[in-house]
């Protein structure tokens, strides 16, 4: 349909001549909305129009009165810069149709006949759904908590979205144009490469895991989908942030492994501790019954010494499973490491100087003394082992609060006031591989017959057993740094105290033993009696009962084994409290757990087996006496 015009206008016989059949015959039945319009930019002509208006209606009309005031001017300057120079322009604009507005795509050109620019022909689609779908995109891409990135066929970045940018804590514009293969962790390269040589195959990866390197130098655990655009040639790639997820199941095969070892040592220790007892105790009755030959002496002494030796491999073994019980007391980290350092010179070689750096306040921990003892002790001796030809030994404490901040770069650590130990020596320092297995039981690097493997492992279930939380820091070359996270506690520590001197351990009272083991039994009964006790035993818990019954002399203590059959000691205990008065009690175990230790009276004591003689009878005639 064309607007009226006299005939003298140019427009006006261009489109009565074939100007018109042309336009209708190309456009006549395009999706687009074909428009004329001559120099006064007044619509002549139009294919046809959007929803709600006519053609009718519009051809005569200003095409300004289609435009939204905001878009008036910008659109004006389009269509006159064509008529002047006669180049055509694409631009977007937004028009009214009916009560809708809708953003659509411009394309102008001019009109030429007889020489002259005589008026536009307008090229107008409708993309309002393709730019809201872009923006939808757009919105998605930049708001996804998941990592986004888009590379070129060279392997350098040409979009990413926030999540990737924060991930490793750069700016985006930091990383365009950046060579992925230059984050990604140098042991990783092998792997990630052969993966992107999937890809640019037509294969899609999934579940693809690398390291990538933070701007402050720390790495991450990213699980990368990814595929290729055939045609561009660009990667498409989707991160997810896991290193936390992999260090969460770092720990718990860990602790799997110390789960396992745990029962096992749990489940041999009450037998073996019980051995242990009788040979160590033979041992003793043997080198005091007579005079002995020098070289006997010495054989029993070696005894002695392997006896008392397996005895603290049990130990261990408890301890890195944490099934060795703790007995918590506030304790000030900076007394307890003064006190240790005049042993650990002894231990240390003069070439190993030994520096304490004491924090300033120190709070207190709370903790078994000689617990946390045996991981300064361990931790010393581990670096003496990493420092053949000498070096320096420090050992530092300082109070430290865990923040969100921390935990940023520090993904394991918890939140909370700590006070840090630190253990640090100038040794030959580990790999990443050795770093991986430090703290598993049995992994030593020392050789054969130079180690058991369970040093660290002793740390760790020691550290893990207080709430704490350890981390190693080393190179191979440089030297490590053991860093041990234990609770802040606010109650003081105690003094030292004073200690009992001069303490009998003889007697002449009489003392009901308990025990089923047949071995420690006689053991045991040998020694009451060379210190002048008399003696009554027992197999079990039901058989005291009736012998403490049938008894008619005084009985003036039970020496109580804590785990029997049929009935335990703690229960044969409450059954016999009442049964005479002032008759006292104490408990002794190879090897009991948590369970049965809150069996036991509150104010009760127990001797761990296998325990020297002199131990036993000093702990009998205190109980005795208190």
């Keep these: 349909m064309e607007g009226q015009r006299t005939e003298g206008d140019p427009l006006s016989r261009w489109l009565a001549g074939d100007g018109l059949r042309a336009i209708d015959s190309i456009f006549g039945e395009a999706v687009d909305i074909i428009g004329v319009l001559d120099r006064e930019l007044t619509i002549r002509y139009l294919n046809r129009t959007g929803p709600g208006l006519t053609r009718d209606a519009l051809v005569g009309r200003s095409v300004f009165e289609l435009v939204p005031p905001g878009y008036v001017e910008s659109t004006r300057d389009v269509y006159l810069n064509v008529l002047a120079t006669g ?17 659509w795509e411009v394309r102008v050109g001019p009109i030429r006949f007889e020489g002259k620019i005589i008026g536009l022909i307008v090229i107008t689609s409708n993309v309002t759904e393709q730019r809201r779908a872009d923006t939808d995109r757009d919105r998605f891409f930049s708001l996804s908590l998941d990592m986004l990135v888009v590379a070129n066929a060279q392997g350098r970045f040409k979009r990413l ?21 230059d984050l990604v962790h140098p042991d990783d390269r092998t792997q990630t490469l052969a993966a992107v040589q999937r890809i640019q195959g037509g294969t899609p990866i999934s579940d693809f895991e690398n390291r990538y390197r933070r701007k402050d130098g720390q790495y991450r655990v990213f699980s990368w989908r990814a595929v290729v655009d055939p045609i561009t040639g660009d990667a498409y790639g989707v991160a997810r942030d896991i290193t936390e997820h992999r260090a969460t199941e770092t720990q718990l095969r860990h602790a799997q492994k110390l ?18 007892l009788a040979i160590l105790a033979n041992a003793d009755l043997a080198m005091t019954s007579s005079i002995q030959s020098p070289e006997t002496v010495e054989h029993l002494t070696e005894i002695e010494s392997a006896t008392q030796r397996a005895a603290d491999l049990t130990k261990q073994l408890l301890a890195f499973s944490r099934r060795q019980p703790l007995h918590l007391v506030p304790v000030d980290l900076n007394a307890l490491a003064r006190g240790l350092t005049k042993m650990l010179r002894r231990l240390l070689p003069e070439s190993i100087t030994i520096s304490l750096l004491p924090g300033h306040n120190l709070a207190t921990v709370s903790a078994d003394p000689s617990q946390l003892e045996q991981v300064i002790v361990n931790l010393c001796v581990n670096a003496r082992d990493a420092m053949e030809h000498g070096g320096l030994l420090t050992i530092e404490t300082e109070n430290i609060l865990i923040d969100g901040r921390f935990r940023e770069v520090h993904p394991w650590a918890r939140h909370g006031s700590y006070v840090l130990l630190s253990v640090t020596d100038t040794g030959v320092g580990m790999t990443a591989e050795v770093r991986e297995r430090a703290f598993e039981p049995f992994f030593t690097t020392k050789g054969a017959y130079r180690g058991t493997g369970l040093g660290l492992s002793t740390v760790y279930g020691i550290v893990q057993q207080h709430d704490g939380m350890i981390q190693v820091e080393s190179e191979p070359g440089i030297g490590s740094t053991f860093k041990i996270y234990l609770p802040a506690d606010t109650r003081r520590a105690p003094g030292a105290g004073h200690k009992v001197e001069g303490m009998s351990p003889v007697g002449e009272e009489t003392i009901l033993l308990v025990e089923d083991e047949e071995l420690v039994r006689r053991a045991v009964t040998q020694i009451l009696d060379r210190a002048g006790y008399r003696t009554i035993t027992a197999a079990n818990g039901l058989e005291a009962i009736g012998v403490l019954r049938e008894q008619e002399r005084p009985v003036h203590l039970v020496l109580l084994d804590v785990v029997m059959p049929e009935l335990g000691g703690p229960e044969t205990w409450e059954r016999m409290r009442g049964m005479r008065e002032g008759l006292r009690v ?18 009760a004591e127990l001797i761990e087996k296998p325990f020297r003689p002199e131990d036993l009878l000093t702990l009998i005639r205190k109980t005795l006496d208190g």
């Design 87 to 103: 180049r055509g322009a694409r631009f977007e604009t937004m028009y009214k149709a009916g009560e809708d507005v809708h953003l």
């Design 161 to 181: 979205n926030p999540a990737f940018g924060k991930a490793l804590g750069y700016a985006e514009n930091e990383l365009i144009g950046a060579y992925f293969f």
């Design 259 to 276: 789960e396992a070892v745990g029962l096992l040592a749990g489940g041999v220790a009450h037998d073996f501790n019980n051995l242990l």
């Design 586 to 603: 104490l408990f002794m175990s190879g090897y009991a757990d948590e369970q049965y230790r809150r069996r036991l009276p509150p104010d």
